[in-house]
């Protein structure tokens, strides 16, 4: 061990005693004995929030490489077990494979006190920590520890920027004297709302028993009570078969809300965050302790291996961050579903279960498939998916339109017409597409005048030699890719048209002023600064639009396209009439939502009298603007009923673009809570989109009930054969994946080399 390495942080304040501080105490010392490293915690030595503590295989794996002597003390006391068991209307459908370790949280806590002492770290116990301002006059580094309510972080909230969110649910940590036998969620609809039960084991004769509600159900039943023992023997009560007629116990336990934190920076000169303090995770993936442990070995790793303190806070959090938002995705998916568990409750037990098992979208079909392949082919079964056939190959009907899969190659817009005629590239482009497996083709919208074109490049169908143009590629498809649906989406760009090609700069007025064509929208509210400020339609101008739209759509129908989608989303110019960020108009066409929706369904019901009665019709709308006073998920659900009461067959549910100021929050499937949301309370078919990237991700959510279409774009930029190439990845040929005649001998993954081949023989066994 270098001196340089021992010496970068010699007097190092810990504030907080919990595992993450702990254990960061004790891998510095272990990392420079000379060190001198105090940990200052209020509490007793075995006060503790909960009971049992879930780490991960990985989680271990890291504890025992840095030190094997703490890890072997809790390999020693560990309680492993692989099932998931879901009871949902009394039947209990099990899951195995998982892989589980726990113990008491109180035991992990004496073993990382033991070792600290053992390696000289100085503990003070029922001692508050000095000011964090003196603490970072007298210590090279203060490590704030110090959990949720943190503070450090409130002391230096200018520097940290902390964001913190509380949840609906209401929830309350106890415990059972008997050990589960499997890691149990119990579903309990009682009189008064859905309530659930996590229960695991963490000692051969203990378990951890989170119960967990609504605040209107929580207040319903009685739970607010300041009783909270009385609560407790009610929630008891409720789970008397989960826990065999068993009480439950109490550690000073009391009733919460969980919250969400998370922070902008997580150092401020020599003070950094860990834990709790820095970022917390929903407890229903388990993830609390595990992070807080893992941020103690990223920072202990990061102080050895870099030359400064400010270097190393730097690597900690460059390293642990990424980590941490990746977790906090999955725990806000696992949070939400739970905060919405009442609409799940229709499905079929096994389906739920399912559902509940990938809810995070960390488990996922496959991976389940791998873990447990009976209870995934039972789930399957329940479905309707034929043998060996993956959930997205089974067929979906939308009016007299069958679909033979579930994938559906998402809008695209290409910036490649000329006077909106689309001409070889779209053959090439959307033909590619078609051949490539998809049930359906989408095009890119499809403007319905020339003023309504997003880019010069757009393409419209506002001419006789546009339609000609487009019965040229639908009869293709149907021609070379039978089985193929192509659908066309119908769209006017409103406030956002009159702007530069994609890759000359998004959103960017026309460079050439006299270029530029008049916009037109619900408000006068230019997109962005520098944009077009657009004239407010008046009520002559909007039947005139309404005319465009119907003189388009005609052409379609004509034109050979088997299905017709109303593009409402994205700000443009029916979107613009949606959102209440957008629409500031105060005639019957907007204010309220009713009248919010009036223009849209207008333009819609036009449409659906010339569209052909047995071609199904979709909408596509921004379930949320992402932006503080704009569409809500309630509006989104509304929208939904109000298109489908007027004929609409399915719902395609994307979110934002709506405003330039918009704050997605960005991930793997994003967008699905939306589209489950639509589909569970609206009752319409939905097609769900956004970072929908592998057939694993649509299998899962195809399965799991939360949408009926997956739609996918970049995917299918990146690999034109996508579908195909999911069903030979799949060892999948039947009727769902159709290979072209011309391309059937390239239905197999080509061999690569020698990899697979016995390796020779180079030595003779002694």
């Known amino acids: ?31 420079a004995p000379d060190r001198e490293i105090t940990v200052w915690e209020r509490n007793a030595p075995h006060d503790t929030f909960g009971f049992g503590v879930v780490l991960s295989d990985e989680t271990l794996g890291g504890i025992e490489h840095a030190d094997p002597v703490v890890y072997a003390a809790l390999r020693d006391e560990f309680v492993r077990w692989d099932d998931i068991d879901v009871v949902h209307r009394g ?3 099990t899951s195995g494979g998982h892989g589980f370790a726990a113990l008491g949280r109180r035991r992990l806590l004496e073993i990382l006190q033991g070792r600290c002492r053992q390696l000289g770290v100085d503990l003070r116990f ?12 007298a210590y090279d580094l203060v490590i704030a520890a110090d959990g949720v309510h943190s503070r450090t972080r409130e002391t ?126 929903h407890f229903s993936i388990g993830s609390g302790t595990k992070l807080a442990v893992e941020d103690a070995l990223a920072l202990a790793a990061c102080l050895h291996e870099h030359p400064t303190i400010g270097a190393a806070l730097r690597a900690y959090e460059a390293e642990r961050r990424p980590v941490v938002a990746s977790t906090q995705r999955a725990a806000r998916a696992s ?9 799940h409750l229709g499905q079929p037990p096994r389906q739920f279960a399912f559902n509940l098992l990938t809810r995070s979208r960390r488990v996922t079909h496959d991976n389940l498939r791998l873990r447990d392949a009976r209870f995934t082919a039972a789930v399957e079964e329940e479905f309707g998916c034929p043998a060996d056939t993956p959930p997205m190959f089974t067929p979906f009907a939308l009016r007299g339109l069958r679909l033979r899969n579930r994938v559906v190659v998402s809008p695209m817009d290409m910036y490649s017409a000329a006077d909106g005629v689309p001409g070889d590239f779209h053959l090439v482009h959307l033909g590619a597409r078609a051949l490539g497996g998809a049930a359906l083709v989408m095009t890119e919208m499809v403007c319905v005048s020339a003023e309504g074109r997003i880019t010069p490049g757009c393409a419209g169908l506002y001419t006789p030699e546009q339609a000609d143009a ?34 000359e700069g998004m959103d960017e007025p026309l460079s050439a002023p006299e270029a530029n064509w008049p916009l037109v929208a619900a408000s006068p509210i230019p997109y962005k600064p520098g944009s077009q400020t657009p004239h407010e339609l008046t009520p002559r101008e909007l039947a005139f639009l309404r005319e465009e739209f119907t003189s388009a759509a005609w052409r379609a129908a004509r034109s050979g396209f088997d299905l017709l989608e109303l593009h409402c989303a994205h700000g443009y110019l029916l979107s613009g009439f949606l959102s209440p960020l957008t629409n500031r ?18 333009v819609f019901d036009a449409v659906r009298g010339v569209w052909p009665d047995d071609r199904p019709m979709t909408v596509r709308i921004s379930a949320t603007d992402w932006a503080e006073g704009g569409t809500s998920a309630e509006d989104a659900v509304a929208m939904a009923r109000a298109f489908a009461a007027h004929g609409a067959d399915a719902i395609d549910v994307s979110t934002g673009q709506v405003v330039a100021g918009e704050r997605p929050a960005y991930g793997r499937s994003y967008q699905v809570p939306y589209a489950d949301r639509i589909r569970g309370e609206a009752g319409i078919p939905v097609i769900s989109v956004g970072a929908i990237s592998s057939w694993d991700d649509v299998n899962s959510l195809i399965l799991a009930g939360r949408t009926d279409l997956c739609a996918l774009a970049r995917p299918h930029l990146y690999d034109p054969n996508w579908t195909l190439h999911a069903a030979a990845e799949q060892g999948y040929s039947g009727p769902g994946a159709v290979w072209p005649e011309q391309y059937r001998a390239g239905s197999r993954r080509p061999r690569t080399g020698r990899s697979d081949a016995p390796r020779p023989r180079l030595t003779l066994p002694g």
Not at 2 to 31: C, E, F, H, W
Not at 191 to 212: A, N
Not at 478 to 484: D, I, K, L, N, V
Request: aromatic content about 10%; hydrophobic content about 40%; overall charge neutral.
């Open 126 to 137: 029922r001692t508050e920590a000095p000011p964090v301002a003196e603490l970072r006059a």
């Open 1 to 31: 061990m270098s001196t340089r390495a021992s010496t970068r942080a010699q007097r190092i304040a810990v504030i907080g005693g919990g595992p993450g501080g702990l254990y960061a105490a004790a891998l510095l010392k272990r990392l």
């Open 156 to 281: 230096y909230a200018d520097a940290f920027r902390p964001h913190i969110e509380e949840h609906r649910n209401r929830y309350i940590w106890l415990a059972a004297d008997f050990a589960f036998d499997a890691f149990r969620f119990e579903i309990a609809d009682t009189g008064h709302g859905v309530m659930q039960l996590h229960g695991y084991p963490y000692s051969d004769h203990e378990s951890t028993v989170i119960v967990e509600m609504r605040e209107e159900v929580w207040r319903a039943a009685g739970f607010a009570d300041p009783d909270v023992h009385e609560t407790i023997e009610r929630a008891a009560k409720i789970f008397t078969d989960a826990l065999g007629g068993r009480a439950l116990n109490s550690n000073n336990s009391s009733w919460l809300t969980f919250r969400t934190v998370v922070n902008d920076r997580w150092s401020h000169g020599n003070c950094v965050l860990i834990g709790d303090a820095a970022h917390t995770a």
């Open 470 to 503: 487009w019965r040229r590629i639908t009869e293709f498809v149907h021609t070379r890719a039978p089985g193929t649906a192509i659908g066309v989406q119908l769209g006017h760009a409103g406030r956002k048209g009159s702007t530069r090609l994609m890759w």
């Open 585 to 602: 108009r105060t005639d019957a066409y907007g204010g309220s939502l009713e009248g919010r929706l009036k223009f849209p369904l207008e």
């Open 91 to 93: 039947v209990r459908h």
């Open 335 to 343: 949070l939400e579903w739970f905060e919405d568990l009442s609409r």
